[in-house]
């Protein structure tokens, strides 16, 4: 095996991916047969396709995190990826960055004779000067400089550090070390990295022949002039006092904060001061990182739940609960006097129209609407990021103009979207997450066990059955049309779930007085209830006219019993992730012919095992909503 076959490079990107056209490519060129990892930290879906399709074209390993992860992160992603290939080294290298063969192999060589070695090139910018050939951090004055110059500075403490536009690692080290700190985000994740190398016994270096190609700024400089972005603004500022909050003794991070003003103006000119006519962007992303170092506390978020009680949605009580179990999260419920008056720093919502609307009496609606105003008023002059999640596509009805003008204002206060699934397109140009639906294994856990104490729950013979509000897109009138059409099919149909419109209600209970195939509960279904109903059912239907996340389809899932759902790109992908025999899909408008064929194959080829929701558990999808806090507070 030649040393590039054992190589893998990682590449992490954001935005436009003519980074990785123009350089990677030449790259991947270069080293092969190295494989070459690009991350994808989301920017736009336009931007995620177009990476897609490189990774397709030219044969590499993507992986698609469905939010901005960071720089860390996804090098962590990355390095999981390549190494579950087979990697032995890994090169992690900067979209605006190149090497050639004869350094790739250089660097190899140089952690193979010293395993303990973060190994970093020579790094050339794009006119060919020297950019970097390793870096010293002084300790007692946080101020960079290059090894040349350390015979300047005779007995001074400093720590080592390579640039992480490019540097090799053998896989023992990195495994060693866990990765990047993702608390970083972007930038200083390198210095870090190099202490908790150093800290291990292991050292730093620049090897001898090896050089980098680095055009710098390639996603964190301003269209057409030197400014930065205010993110590069941010976490400079940010990251540094981070840095020192985790490694310096207290005496010298009292000295490095009363050098944090002159350190943050000296990173704001790497800018330039022509950026200062117009010095609001950049200006409030140093005082807004200044500030932020120095505090080391919990994101306080304000979700927009009243209260947890028995018939709160199970998905936003484990979401709740399972980020209040977070170190880095700190969940407030909703009041209108804690929204208006209180201390928080992201306001995080689900369903918005319940504001103004979730009172019975019009006193109390007009009374919420103009708290609503008041706090959406208090948002923008706070500004305070709202972070969404976009359940619906399409508004309620019946909604007053009052009420939409108020959803209009909230969207636009908002900072970031969380969707369910990558097929949702939320009207919003914002930064997204995709956070799938987690599972509700864990919550019906205690039911199902409390149901087996009394006896095994019997399978009624072709039960189908529909759970969940009974609203005009779910399509249950299509489910009774279609058995009405069909007197002769040898089938036991169960609706469970209110009716949110009078005529669906008359016409599911015309239904049920019609045709003995069919009974119904047109009542709140309690979660005891509705185990036992999904139990005894051998298929659940989801009949629905269009479908684009479903929490009764998880839910019948955790149960382990198999659906009937509309086919879409979402529903396939689930009914791959979860196994052979526990989805099953139908095309246009339900039949009975999908139900005869969905039931043979549940009869005859029954699903063995259970679903596999492994990709669904509750912490990861914490931790994805803690970061989509943070992301929101970003400049």
Known sequence: MSDLARLAVVVVSYGDPALLEHHTTQVATALRPARIVVVDNHSTDANRAAVRDLCEREGWIGVFPGSNTGFGAGCNLGAAAALAEGAEVLLFLNPDATVDAESAVRLIAAVDADPLLLAGPTVLGADGEVASAG?????????MRPWRRRAEHPGAEALPWVTGACFAVARELWERLGGFDERYFLYWEDVDLCARVQALGG?????????????GGGTQRAEGSRAKSPAYYYFNIRNRALFARTWLSQERQQAWRRGALGAAYEILMRGGRRQLLHPVRPVSAVVRGLRDGRRDRPVRVLE??????????????QLIETLRQRDDTEVLLFSFARAIAGRYDVFHVHWPELLMTSA???LRRLARRLLTTVFIIRLRLTRTPVVRTWHNLVRPDGLSRWNHRLLDALERRTTHVIRLTDQTAPPLEVPTSTIVHAHYRDWFEPIVEAMAETGPVETVDRR???FGLIKPYKGVELLLEAVADNPEADLDVRLVGSPTDPALADQVRAAVAADARVSAELSYADDATLAAEIAQAALVVLPYRAMHNSGALLLALSLDTPVLAPDNEVNRRLAEEVGEGWLHLFEGTLT?????????CVATDPPTGRPDLSAREWPESAALHAAAF???LLP
């Open 592 to 600: 009975i012919e999908d139900l005869e064929r969905a039931l043979k």
């Open 360 to 362: 019975r009496t019009p």
């Open 630 to 632: 943070r992301a929101a």
């Open 135 to 143: 870096l010293d951090l002084d300790l007692d004055t946080g101020m």
């Open 304 to 317: 927009s739940v009243h209260e947890l009680r028995a018939t709160t949605n199970p998905y936003i009580f």
């Open 464 to 466: 189908v059955l529909y």
């Open 203 to 215: 050292r730093v270096g620049i090897v001898d022949g090896a050089t980098a190609v680095h055009s």
